[in-house]
C-alpha cells in the first residue's frame, strides 16, 4: 500500500512543540498504549477506543481516524520553521508503537519530505516492530522509568525486561537515543532509583543525553472528565532542589542531564 | 540508501549549527554586555517620580513673534518665530547629565503647538489631569497664560485651513468615522529621518555654507527666485538660532560649574560646555560631542513643530565613526555605553500631549522616535557592529519606551545578534520590533526607491519603512476601519440619519456572494476617496501655514529645489494611511459566504437583524453608559429637555437589549455557528486566502491616488493602538464581533481566535501580501514567558521569526508578560511603574495606558511553547 493511504487513529497534532526533541516540531499524538502509568499526563491516549471526555463543561470527542497523507500534509505546513530551527515532526501518544504500519508510513512520508523525525515511545514492543521504524527515524526518545521490573509492573501495569533489552538493541543502531525519566514522588524519585536508571542509560552505547521530566498534575481534570478515578492525587510535584539534586545524579555518569524536555 | 542520506543531511545541518557557534567567537563586532552606570537609574528615577506636564513657553514666544511678523513671507515667520523660541525658552540642564537640552523645565514635560490646533486643549484644561489615557498636570497659571495665548490663533490654524479644504461629503464621513486623519488635522506631521550624519559631520555652519552656495548659484531672474530665496534664508535664520541655543546651554553649565562643590562633576559640567559651544555648530569631533549633536537635533526637530515620530533611525550606523575613533582614542566601552544610555533617557524626557480622542489611538505618550539596528549596508553587507548590540543593551538599561527599539533582519543577520535581540523580547519590554530586509528592500523598491537607498532603510514611527534624509512619508495619514463599510452595506450607506455612505442597495436583496462583495468594495472605494480628499487638504494646510525651514534643510533635495519639505522638497514623497481590521473582515467575509451563500443557513436579512440587535446580547454598563449619553446630546441638539427619568429608560433599554427571547435564542445559535466557522489565524488555506482579497480591497484602491507633493498614496496594515476607540465605534460585525469591542489589530488574528500556535498563526499571516502594503504592516504576537526560556527558547524563537519571514511576513513584534502579571498590574499599579508592554508600533508604560486598552492587551491570544 502506497504509504498516504495507511490509516490510523489519533487524537491529536500540537505544532510549534518545543520540549520533545530539538528545535520547533510537530507532535503527532497517536492512541491507544500498553502500558497503565498511574501519572499519565495523557489519560485519553490510553485506550485505542474513540472515547467521549468532558472538559471545561464540554463533551469532546477524543480520537479521530485519519490517513498517513492528510497528516503528512498538516505536519509539512511547518517545514520552514523546522528547517530554522533544526526540528520536525515527533510521534508521540499513546504509544506508537501499538500502530507500527501507521507509525512507519508517517516517519517514512517525513523522511521523503525531508522532514526530521522522532519518536517519543515505552520501547515496549516486539524489537521486530521497532526495527520496521528505525531506518525512518533520526531520534529516539525512550522511557526508561524503573530498573527494579516488579515496581515497574506495580506502577505502569508490564515489566520492564522488555523495554531494557530493546533499549540495548536500539543502542545499537545509527539512531540517536536519548533516555527520559519521569521523576514520580513515591515510585521512582530516590538517589538510588535514579542512579539505577542513569546507570543504565550509561552503559549504552553512543547515549550522551538523559533528561529528568519532573512529575506535573496538568492532565488530573482529564481523569475525571473520563469519568476515572486519579490514584496520585496526593502527591505533590517534587521541589526544584530535589530536581536538581537528581540532576547531579546523572551529571556524575558523564551524561548530559537536563530537567524538562 | 536514500533515508542514510536525510539522516546524513540532518547531521550535516547540526554540524553546521555547530561551526556558526563557533563563528560566533570569531566575529567582528563587540557582542557582550557591558555594565550599567548608577547614574542612568538615579536620572530615571527622578523623571519617573514627577507627573507630566504642559508648559506655556513655547507657545507664548511663538505667539509673540508671529504678532511681530504678521505680513511677511511664511517660511520667514516660521524661521524667526524658531528663533526667538531657542533664544528665550528656559534652558535647563537636570543632575546628573552628560547630554543636555530639554524642552520643557519639568522632566516628561510637554510644550503645546497653537499654531497646528489649540481648540481641544483648552476644551480640555479641566480634564487633562484626570483623563484615562496619558493624563497630564496643568497648573492654573499656564491654564491662564494659555487661554490668552490662544486668543491669537482663533482662524490661523493649519486644522482650520484645512477643515475649509475638504469636501463636505469627507467631514459627514469623518463625523461618521469612517476614517480618521486626525494625526496631522491636529498636530504637525513629523514621521521623518534627517541627516543625522551630515550634522554630525559638518555641523550647522557646514550647512549653513551648503546653503549659501546654494544661494550663490540662484539668480533673480529665476522663476522661483522669490520662494527659493525666502526659504534658504529661512534655513539659516533657523541653523544660527540652533548654534545660539547650544551655546546658552554652554553658558549655563559654565554657571553651574561654578557654584558645583564636587570637583568631579564640575568636570562634566565644564565637559559639556565645551560640547555644546563645539556642537551642533561644528563637526563632532568625538562620540560625547556626536552624541550631544544628535541629541540637539532630535530635540529641536521637535521644537520647531509637534510631528512626532521623529525617528533617529540607524544609529548604530551614523554614530559609528566616531565611536571607532573614540575608542582608538582611549575611550571605554563602559562610557560609550553610559552615553548611549544617556541619549535613549534623553528620549523619554518630554513627552506630547494629544486631544482625548487621539491620546487613546496613541496611548502610552508615545513620541514614536524609532532607532533601529543591523541590517544591511548601501552595497548590501551585513551592517550589524558594536553599536547595534550596544543599542540592546542601552534599552535593557534604561528600560523605558523610547526610542522605539527595533531591528533589522536579513539572511545574512549574524544569529549572535539575533539572540541577543531575543533576549531583549524575553525581558517583556515588547522591543525590539523585528524588520525582514528580504520584503521591505523590494517593497520600497517598487515604490520607487534605488537598491542603494531602499537597502540603506530605517523605520518611522510605529512600522513605516523609508530611507532617511530622502523622504516625506506622511506616513500615518489617517486611520481606515475596513469594518465601517461593511457596515455600511448592511445600512445601505445611511446611518443616524444621514447618507453617510453609497446607497449600495438593500442587502436584503442581494442574491449573490459576488454581489455583496461587490457593495462593501464600492463601499471601501468611496470611504478611500473621501480619505484622499481629507490628507491633501491637510497636506495643503500645512504647505501652507506650516512650512519647516529647519527640517526642511535636514532633507535632501529641499535646499536644491527651494522647496520645503512640506511642499514637495523631498525627494521621495509619499502618503501612507493604514488600514486596520482585516481579521475581522476576512472572518465576517467567510461567515456571510459560508453561512448565507453556501449552506443556506441564514439570509443577509438575519444578518442585517442580528448586527442591528448586537445578537441579542447586552451591552457592558461603560458603553451603555456612552451610548446614553450619545442618545441624549441628540435629543438636545434637537431642542429636547431631557429628564432625569427620561435619562435613566434610555439608559436601561440600552443596557438590557430588549430583544424578545426567541430572537435572543436565534441570535445565539448563529453565533455559536459562526464560532465553528474556521477562521484567519488558524492556516486555513481557503480563509487565508480570502483575507488577502479582502485586505487587496483597501491596499489596491489606496495606491491609485497622487497627493500634492507630487508623491503617491501607499497603503500600511497596521492600527497603532486604534483599533480599541475606533472599534468603540464600530456595530456588531458578521464574524461574531460584538458591538463596540476592540477591531482586531493590525494583520494579526482577531485576538483569541487563533488557536493552532503560533506557526499556523505566522502562515496565516504571512498569506496577506506584505509587499504591496510598503507603509508597513504590524503583526502582534504574545507569548507567555516561559516559552523563551533558556537557550532553547531564544534559539526556537529566533527560528519562528526566521521563518515568518522566509514566508515573506514583514515585520513582527512581541509582548513577553504574563496575564497574572498584567493583572496584579490593574490592582496595584503603584507596584508598576515601570512595567513596559508592546502596545502596538510601540511600547508605553503599561500603568499609563486606558482600561480599556489594557484589556485588548490582555485578551490577545497568548503563545506558549508546548
Redesign the interface.
Known amino acids: 500500500m502506497e504509504y498516504s493511504a495507511v490509516k490510523g487513529r489519533i487524537f491529536d497534532i ?6 520533545d526533541g530539538p ?2 516540531r510537530t ?1 503527532v499524538f497517536l492512541k491507544g498504549c500498553p502500558l497503565r502509568c498511574r501519572w499519565c499526563c495523557n489519560p485519553e491516549s490510553q485506550s485505542h477506543e474513540i472515547q467521549k471526555m468532558q472538559l471545561n463543561g464540554k463533551e469532546k470527542t477524543v480520537g479521530r481516524d485519519v490517513t498517513a497523507g492528510e497528516i503528512i500534509a498538516e505536519v509539512e ?2 517545514t ?2 523546522y ?5 520536525g515532526l515527533t510521534l508521540s501518544g499513546g504509544e506508537c508503537l501499538v500502530q507500527p504500519d501507521f507509525a512507519e508510513a508517517l516517519l517514512a512520508l517525513a ?1 521523503e519530505h ?1 522532514i ?1 523525525t522522532a519518536i517519543e515511545s515505552t520501547g515496549f514492543a516486539d524489537f521486530s516492530v521497532i526495527q520496521r521504524l528505525l ?2 527515524l ?1 531520534l529516539y526518545l525512550m522511557d526508561i522509568k524503573h530498573i527494579d521490573s516488579d515496581k515497574h509492573k506495580a506502577f505502569t501495569g508490564q515489566p520492564n525486561d522488555k523495554i531494557l533489552e530493546n533499549a540495548q538493541r536500539i543502542a545499537r543502531s ?1 539512531v540517536k537515543l536519548i533516555i527520559r525519566t519521569p521523576v514520580i514522588p513515591t515510585f521512582n524519585d530516590t538517589e538510588e532509583e535514579i542512579r539505577a536508571i542513569a546507570k543504565f542509560a550509561a552503559s549504552l552505547p553512543g547515549v550522551e543525553e538523559m533528561h529528568l521530566l519532573p512529575y506535573h498534575r496538568i492532565g488530573t481534570d482529564k481523569y475525571k472528565g473520563l469519568g476515572r478515578e486519579y490514584s496520585l492525587s496526593h502527591i505533590e510535584p517534587p521541589s526544584q532542589e530535589k530536581m536538581n539534586r537528581l540532576l547531579e545524579v546523572v551529571n556524575t555518569y558523564g551524561l548530559r542531564g537536563q530537567i524538562g524536555g | 540508501m ?2 542514510y542520506l ?2 546524513l ?2 547531521k550535516i ?2 554540524m553546521e ?1 555547530e561551526t556558526r557557534k563557533k563563528d560566533r567567537k570569531m566575529a567582528e563586532f563587540y557582542s557582550e554586555k557591558i555594565a550599567k552606570s548608577p547614574r542612568i537609574d538615579r536620572i530615571k528615577e527622578k523623571m519617573l517620580s514627577e507627573m507630566p506636564q504642559i508648559e506655556a513657553d513655547r507657545a507664548v514666544y511663538l505667539t509673540e513673534s508671529y504678532k511681530q511678523t504678521e505680513g511677511e513671507p511664511i517660511y520667514i515667520r516660521r524661521a524667526k518665530a524658531f528663533a526667538h523660541i531657542l533664544d528665550n525658552i528656559p534652558v535647563t540642564i537636570r543632575d546628573d547629565e552628560l547630554i543636555v537640552g530639554s524642552a520643557t523645565v519639568h522632566s516628561r514635560g510637554c510644550q503645546v503647538f497653537p499654531e497646528y490646533s489649540f481648540e481641544w486643549v483648552e476644551a480640555e484644561f479641566d480634564t487633562l489631569a484626570t483623563r484615562s489615557a496619558d493624563p497630564f498636570y496643568i497648573s492654573e497659571e499656564t491654564k491662564k497664560t494659555l487661554h490668552e495665548v490662544y486668543k491669537y490663533w482663533k482662524g490661523k490654524t493649519t486644522s482650520e485651513l484645512a477643515t475649509s479644504y475638504m469636501a463636505p461629503e469627507t467631514l459627514t464621513a469623518m463625523e461618521a468615522n469612517m476614517f480618521t486623519p486626525g494625526n496631522y488635522f491636529y498636530n504637525g506631521i513629523g514621521h521623518v529621518t534627517v541627516k543625522y550624519d551630515r550634522v554630525l559631520e559638518v555641523g550647522y555652519s557646514g550647512i549653513i555654507k551648503d546653503i549659501e552656495d546654494e544661494i550663490a548659484k540662484i539668480k533673480v531672474g529665476d522663476g522661483n527666485y522669490c520662494k527659493k530665496r525666502n526659504l534658504l534664508d529661512a534655513m539659516i535664520i533657523s541653523c544660527k538660532a540652533v548654534i545660539r541655543y547650544a551655546n546658552r546651554y554652554a553658558k549655563k553649565a559654565r554657571e553651574l560649574a561654578q557654584n558645583e562643590p564636587n570637583s568631579t562633576r564640575k568636570a562634566e559640567l565644564l565637559k559639556v560646555a565645551e560640547n555644546c559651544e563645539r556642537v551642533p555648530e561644528f563637526g563632532a569631533r568625538n562620540f560625547h560631542e556626536a552624541c550631544q549633536s544628535f541629541w540637539f537635533v532630535q530635540l529641536l526637530i521637535q521644537t520647531e513643530s509637534s510631528g512626532h515620530s521623529i525617528s533617529p533611525g540607524r544609529f548604530d550606523q551614523y554614530m559609528f565613526p566616531y565611536y571607532q575613533k573614540s575608542r582608538k582614542e582611549g575611550m571605554t566601552r563602559e562610557f560609550a555605553q553610559e552615553l548611549m544610555d544617556l541619549v535613549w533617557l534623553k528620549l523619554n524626557d518630554f513627552l506630547k500631549v494629544r486631544d482625548e480622542a487621539s491620546a487613546e489611538g496613541f496611548a502610552g505618550y508615545s513620541l514614536f522616535q524609532n532607532l533601529i539596528a543591523g541590517g544591511q549596508d548601501e552595497h548590501g553587507n551585513d551592517a550589524t557592529n558594536d553599536l547595534s548590540f550596544m543599542s540592546i543593551t542601552a534599552t535593557e538599561h534604561v528600560f523605558l519606551p523610547q526610542p522605539s527599539f527595533s531591528v533589522r533582519v536579513w539572511n545574512g543577520s549574524p544569529r549572535a545578534f539575533l539572540l541577543r535581540a531575543a533576549e531583549l523580547t524575553r525581558t517583556g519590554i515588547g522591543f525590539p520590533a523585528y524588520y525582514n530586509d528580504e520584503v521591505i528592500i523590494p517593497s520600497l523598491m517598487s515604490r520607487g526607491l534605488t537598491l542603494e537607498d531602499a537597502r540603506k532603510y530605517n523605520i518611522i514611527g510605529c512600522v513605516e519603512p523609508q530611507v532617511a534624509g530622502k523622504t516625506d512619508g506622511w506616513h500615518d495619514a489617517a486611520f481606515f476601519n475596513m469594518c465601517r463599510p461593511l457596515e455600511m452595506v448592511f445600512k445601505n450607506g445611511f446611518e443616524n440619519g444621514k447618507q453617510v455612505g453609497l446607497k449600495t442597495g438593500n442587502v436584503e436583496d442581494m442574491t449573490s456572494f459576488g454581489e455583496f462583495y461587490e457593495a462593501y468594495k464600492a463601499q471601501s472605494d468611496y470611504f478611500v476617496s473621501l480619505l484622499v480628499n481629507a490628507d491633501n487638504a491637510i497636506d495643503v494646510a500645512h504647505a501652507e501655514r506650516c512650512p519647516l525651514p529647519y527640517l526642511s534643510c535636514m532633507v535632501d533635495d529641499c535646499i536644491k529645489a527651494g522647496k520645503s519639505v512640506q511642499e514637495g522638497g523631498a525627494i521621495y514623497n509619499f502618503t501612507g494611511p493604514q488600514g486596520f481590521g482585516i481579521a475581522n473582515m476576512a472572518d465576517a467575509m467567510w461567515a456571510i459566504k459560508t453561512l448565507v451563500f453556501d449552506q443556506g443557513k441564514y439570509t443577509l436579512k438575519d444578518f442585517k437583524e442580528a448586527l442591528e440587535n448586537n445578537y441579542g446580547k447586552e451591552m457592558d454598563s461603560h458603553k451603555a453608559e456612552k451610548l446614553t449619553v450619545t442618545v441624549i446630546k441628540e435629543l438636545a441638539k434637537k431642542g429636547k429637555t431631557v429628564s432625569a427619568d427620561e435619562i435613566k429608560s434610555v439608559y436601561s433599554a440600552i443596557i438590557a437589549n430588549n430583544c424578545p427571547q426567541d430572537k435572543k435564542d436565534f441570535y445565539a445559535k448563529m453565533l455559536s455557528d459562526i464560532e465553528t466557522l474556521p477562521k484567519f489565524g488558524n ?1 486555513n488555506k481557503d480563509v487565508d486566502a480570502l483575507a488577502r482579497e479582502v485586505a487587496y480591497i483597501y491596499t489596491r484602491e489606496v495606491e491609485k491616488y497622487s497627493n500634492p507633493r507630487g508623491g503617491k498614496y501607499q497603503a500600511g496594515l497596521y492600527p497603532v493602538s486604534a483599533n480599541v476607540p475606533l472599534g468603540a465605534q464600530t456595530g456588531a460585525t458578521p464574524d461574531g464581533r460584538l458591538a463596540f469591542t476592540p477591531v482586531a489589530d493590525g494583520v494579526s488574528p482577531a485576538a483569541g481566535r487563533d488557536v ?5 498563526s505566522c ?1 496565516s499571516v504571512s498569506t496577506l501580501d506584505h509587499f504591496i502594503a510598503s507603509n508597513g504592516t504590524l503583526f502582534n504576537m504574545k507569548f507567555h514567558p516561559t ?1 523563551l526560556a533558556g537557550r ?2 531564544l ?2 524563537f ?3 521569526v ?2 515568518y519571514f ?2 515573506k511576513g514583514s515585520h513582527m513584534q512581541f509582548n513577553v508578560v504574563s496575564r497574572e502579571t498584567l493583572r496584579d498590574a490593574q490592582k496595584n499599579p503603584e507596584k508598576y511603574k515601570s512595567l513596559v508592554v508592546r502596545v502596538a508600533g510601540y511600547s508605553a508604560l503599561f500603568t499609563s495606558l486606558s482600561r480599556s486598552l489594557q484589556e485588548d492587551i490582555i485578551n490577545r491570544t497568548e ?1 506558549g ?2
Open positions: 500540537q505544532r510549534f512543540s518545543v520540549h528545535g520547533i507532535i505546513r511547518d520552514i520553521y528547517k530554522r530551527s533544526g526540528g523522511h525531508s526530521n531506518p525512518h533520526d545509527p | 536514500e533515508n536525510v539522516v543531511s540532518h545541518y547540526f549549527q492556516d493552532k500556535g503560533p506557526t499556523a502562515n516559552a532553547h527558547g534559539e526556537n529566533v527560528s519562528l526566521q521563518g522566509d514566508r503563545q511553547g508546548f
